[in-house]
């Protein structure tokens, strides 16, 4: 079916857009418009807060939140929300928080927290005389004409912290930046960052305009290309890890040189080979976006970071490590997170609130200390099932209520898999058969039929 282009959409009412968009892509099903108002909330207030986070919103999107308990981290007990669709993240989490629970759990240490911007132009001139512009001139007078934004960042103990003029000529014909640091103390400071590197644009195009250092051609070939932060901050760095001595590691049926032998060598394939490396990765992740989405942060910076930092020696690797050393065994994180505990959607969605007071309400140091530690705990499970029971046992246990609901298994039913699988492996073959069995048909089309 072809469709037709939509003009004013953002101005409709919202039962209008929901009448076009059912109509024009969901040949006008009643059904499909009952799902998609059955997820509004009743209070009017709340819903119409999560309206206005974006626009055209029609609908909520559900993600279950889960806490984690137990995890010790710098001799402190924490509970973690994770806001997660996948069904063995969070007891995954939960049990990588006992497993360290009595072996000193989690230590935490901020690296640096240092934010990067970037303004990208374009100079066509003499190198030598931009750069004793640069130093002699311009630099002063970006801290000044900055005051004003920079005044309650300062107050707050952050703000600017250096800016550097870089020469990137070489990789593209006349290209520069100004290179600025940024602390932003709690919050995740994108605006705050975003609007300093316009003013310094502003304030290079007048003071390169105004200066006599300049021919009038060099002056005309100034472009300001863009102004925008990085989400690449590796300089906005945390370790998390976990350490204990060696014979303590002995796990489900294996010696402890067992186990730290066959944890070492995934280590080792992550940190060499890029096919493993993204999964081993992806499993790290699976812990820190769920904390990151929890607390009102934005994931998709934090994927982006993690990413490049896994590839900054020109080699995409393993962001965990481990060694053993005077038989004592050491994990370690090392993660680029740069995270905010105030502004953004932290004052403002509801569960973002709770999920920070129970962390304690910390701030932007302490939540990248937990994040990384949920990062190092989910990627010791899946190591540590990797190389002794093998993933699946564990992840279809959790995935068998996503089968059973696709089956429209009522509760009963669920009850006696729940038992059933209690001493057994669950395979979606399996489940069938069980399930083919209770209901007394012959195959999956009599029982969707059923
Ligand atoms: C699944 O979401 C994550 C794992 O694949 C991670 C890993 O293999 O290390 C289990």
Redesign the pocket.
Known sequence: MKHKPVEGFSKMSKQGKIEWLVNEYLNGSEKAMQTLTQYWNDDEELQKLHDEFSENTLSNFYMPLGFAPNFLIDDQLHCLPMAIE?SSVVAAASKAAKFWLDKGGFKTRVLSKTKLGHVHFMFEGDKEKLSRFFVDSLLPILHSDTKQITKNMQARGGGILDIKLVDKSDEIDAYYQLHAEFDTVDSMGANFINSCLEQFANTLKSEMENSEMFTEAEKDSLQIVMCILSNYTPECLVRAEVSCPVEMLSDKGISAQEFVEKFSRAVKIAEVEPYRAA??N??IM?GVDAVVIATGNDFRAVEACAHVFASRNGKYTSLTHCEVKDGQFHFWLDLPVSLGTVGGLTSLHPLVKIALEVLGNPNAERLMEITAVAGLAQ?FA??RS?VTTG?QKGHMKMHLLNILNQLEATEEEKQHFVSYFKDKTVSHHAVIGEFCRLRGVDNLEELKRK
Do not use: D, R, V
């Open positions: 996948e999964t081993h992806k499993g699976n990627n899946a190591i990797l993933i």
